[in-house]
């Protein structure tokens, strides 16, 4: 029970630092359901490109001797913004190719269509990388290797900083939809399109710069997990996005704030679960069962309280 107990602010820390990572995604999923009520499933390959571009600027960076001259925190924005621009744009290029030629059709068609996106990206990132670089498996360079040491528990320099950053664009994405004009057409066309677009907005804009966002954000979530985590490859995203759109249902799909409380609650729960569950059981279960924490209470939170914890309800537009 002591050790039990004594690992237990690690299991806390790397639980919260897995959950920012599923916010981040989450946020994504949300944006898009907000405006469109249509769940992007390809956003999870958004995530897997932006993990794979920032990978890319700093393996450039590495062969040119540059990243070692550069200061980190330099190569860090360089790969965060190359990261998001490049997802950014591939999720604004997907909803004007794939989405918005089927916006009227039934909601069945744009889910099929998402999901063969899906895969394209899959294929396509696998391609590209063995012509490239003839591996498809990367390890993303480390930039900080320094560990803090509180009492019993480690904690990375690059930990803190993934959270610090999760946290800071979580609260610009907040500020910019609440608080600026952009953000207020943005809520009047996920309102009511018809109504939005008789009073001067420009709906398709509106929509474009929903993916544009939402597709950033998965690219920052992206180069953030390869940096954390350093192995990348082009089914990466397959699992984690499944996991961030339960975080995202679980927190009140369609809610900015639940997206991030249901990210931080699902990585807290998916974290103790692998830490405790062989110790609970008695070695029954063990670590490799965590990836059923994330559809268990996906099943549970459609039972009990589909509209998720802060109980965000779309209503049906006419």
């Given at each position: 029970?002591?050790?039990?107990?004594a690992?237990?602010?690690?299991?806390?820390?790397?639980?919260?630092?897995?959950?920012?990572?599923?916010?981040l995604?989450?946020?994504?999923?949300?944006?898009?359901?907000?405006?469109?009520?249509?769940?992007?499933?390809?956003?999870?390959?958004?995530?897997?490109?932006g993990?794979?571009?920032?990978?890319e600027?700093?393996?450039?960076?590495?062969?040119?001797?540059?990243?070692?001259?550069?200061?980190p925190?330099?190569?860090l924005?360089?790969?965060?913004?190359?990261?998001?621009?490049?997802?950014?744009l591939?999720?604004?290029?997907?909803?004007?190719?794939?989405?918005?030629?089927?916006?009227?059709?039934?909601?069945?068609?744009?889910?099929?269509?998402?999901?063969?996106?899906s895969f394209?990206?899959q294929?396509?990132v696998?391609?590209?990388?063995?012509?490239?670089?003839?591996?498809?498996?990367?390890?993303?360079?480390?930039?900080?290797?320094?560990?803090?040491?509180?009492?019993?528990?480690?904690?990375?320099?690059?930990?803190?900083?993934?959270?610090?950053?999760?946290?800071?664009?979580m609260?610009g994405?907040?500020t910019?939809?609440?608080?600026t004009?952009l953000?207020?057409?943005?809520?009047a066309?996920?309102?009511?399109?018809?109504?939005a677009?008789?009073?001067?907005?420009n709906?398709?804009?509106?929509?474009?710069?929903?993916?544009?966002?939402?597709?950033?954000?998965?690219?920052?979530?992206?180069?953030l997990?390869a940096?954390q985590?350093?192995?990348?490859?082009?089914?990466?995203?397959?699992?984690?996005?499944?996991?961030?759109?339960?975080?995202?249902?679980?927190?009140?799909?369609?809610?900015?704030?639940?997206?991030?409380?249901g990210?931080?609650?699902?990585?807290?729960?998916?974290s103790l679960?692998?830490?405790?569950?062989?110790?609970?059981?008695?070695?029954?279960f063990?670590?490799?069962?965590?990836?059923?924490?994330?559809?268990?209470?996906?099943?549970?939170?459609?039972?009990?309280?589909?509209?998720?914890?802060?109980?965000?309800?779309?209503?049906?537009?006419?």
């Amino acid at each position: 029970m002591s050790e039990s107990l004594a690992m237990l602010p690690q299991v806390i820390i790397d639980g919260l630092t897995l959950g920012f990572v599923y916010a981040l995604v989450a946020l994504g999923y949300t944006m898009v359901y907000g405006v469109l009520e249509f769940i992007n499933f390809a956003h999870s390959e958004i995530f897997m490109v932006g993990a794979f571009a920032g990978t890319e600027a700093l393996l450039i960076l590495q062969s040119t001797g540059a990243l070692a001259a550069l200061p980190p925190f330099v190569s860090l924005v360089i790969a965060l913004l190359f990261g998001m621009i490049v997802a950014g744009l591939l999720a604004a290029g997907m909803e004007r190719v794939a989405y918005r030629p089927l916006r009227g059709a039934p909601r069945l068609v744009p889910l099929i269509s998402a999901i063969g996106v899906s895969f394209f990206l899959q294929d396509a990132v696998r391609l590209f990388e063995g012509l490239w670089r003839n591996a498809f498996y990367l390890t993303t360079p480390v930039l900080y290797r320094q560990t803090l040491r509180f009492s019993n528990v480690d904690i990375q320099i690059r930990t803190l900083i993934l959270v610090g950053v999760c946290l800071v664009i979580m609260f610009g994405l907040t500020t910019f939809v609440n608080r600026t004009k952009l953000g207020r057409a943005l809520r009047a066309v996920a309102q009511d399109q018809a109504t939005a677009s008789i009073m001067g907005v420009n709906v398709n804009f509106m929509i474009t710069m929903t993916f544009l966002i939402g597709g950033a954000l998965g690219g920052a979530a992206g180069v953030l997990f390869a940096m954390q985590y350093t192995l990348i490859h082009p089914y990466v995203g397959f699992i984690l996005g499944i996991k961030a759109f339960t975080a995202a249902v679980f927190g009140g799909i369609g809610n900015i704030p639940g997206a991030m409380l249901g990210g931080v609650l699902l990585g807290m729960v998916e974290s103790l679960g692998s830490a405790y569950l062989g110790i609970l059981t008695h070695g029954a279960f063990g670590a490799e069962y965590k990836d059923v924490f994330a559809f268990v209470i996906l099943i549970l939170v459609l039972i009990v309280k589909p509209s998720g914890l802060l109980g965000e309800t779309i209503s049906e537009k006419a």
